[in-house]
Nanobody
Framework: QVQLVESGGGLVQPGGSLRLSCAVSGSILSIDRMAWYRQAPGKERELVALISSGRTTDYGESVKGRFTIARDNAKNAMYLQMNSLRPEDAAVYYC??????????????WGQGTTVTVSS
């Protein structure tokens, strides 16, 4: 069974940094685009950052210049380096990926989420 597993969330003070990781486990053919989303209490889920299979990146306006998305295709993993964290960055962060399981079929998967708390 193919799964996405996030790690790296936690409590950090404003201005601090965290690095989130997402690992793809199970039998897959390849990974297409990957992305991080987040959802704060009472708010809709929003795109934080996206990285294509060719490593083209895109970011939500609120995180540009502070967050960096990266992937390691050899490890089937994706990362989110978050710097200069603000209280409004606090949310549950979800890993999302489009996975090719055969040459003719793909699936969009979500991780279980990892919580980021930004507070002094």
């Amino acid at each position: 069974q193919v799964q996405l597993v996030e790690s790296g969330g936690g409590l950090v003070q404003p201005g601090g940094s965290l690095r989130l990781s997402c690992a793809v486990s199970g039998s897959i053919l390849s990974i297409d685009r990957m992305a991080w989303y987040r959802q704060a209490p009472g708010k809709e889920r929003e795109l934080v950052a996206l990285i294509s299979s060719g490593r083209t990146t895109d970011y939500g306006e609120s995180v540009k210049g502070r967050f960096t998305i990266a992937r390691d295709n050899a490890k089937n993993a994706m990362y989110l380096q978050m710097n200069s964290l603000r209280p409004e960055d606090a949310a549950v962060y979800y890993c999302n990926a489009l996975i090719w399981t055969t040459p003719f079929s793909n699936r969009e998967l979500w991780g279980q989420g990892t919580t980021v708390t930004v507070s002094s």
